[in-house]
């Protein structure tokens, strides 16, 4: 079993900064990519943020690009992504995931509001 938990939201006026994190514990392997997904509200589209490759390959998605930094730390199992210049349309619940081989885990989220 995989358990993921994001910490670092909260409340940032716009053009601020905040950074969000993803502690992973359990067994992982052949994992493929890991990365964060937004949903501004329950039942709409979830919107794919940022991704990292196990080699180090990242992508953006293009209204975040520029602005929004994905990293990894391989030994403290963190996922790390630093948002600046943050936007009132930035305003989401941010989940982290992890792809391997044998599924997706995700997970439970961390709220970012950004005021006007």
């Known amino acids: 079993q995989v358990q993921l938990v994001e910490s670092g939201g909260g409340l940032v006026q716009s053009g601020g900064s905040l950074r969000l994190s993803c502690a992973a514990s359990?067994?992982?392997?052949?994992?493929?990519?890991m990365g964060w997904y937004r949903r501004q509200a329950p039942g709409q589209q979830r919107e794919l943020v940022a991704?990292?490759?196990?080699?180090?390959?990242?992508m953006y998605a293009d209204v975040v690009t520029g602005r929004f930094t994905i990293s990894r730390d391989s030994a403290k199992n963190t996922l790390d992504l630093q948002m600046n210049s943050l936007h009132p349309d930035d305003t989401s619940a941010y989940y982290c995931?992890?792809?391997?081989?044998?599924?997706?885990?995700w997970g439970q989220g961390t709220q970012v509001t950004v005021s006007s």
């Open positions: 995931y992890i792809a391997m081989v044998r599924g997706a885990y």
């Open positions: 359990g067994r992982m392997s052949s994992i493929n990519n």
């Open positions: 991704s990292i490759t196990i080699g180090g390959m990242t």
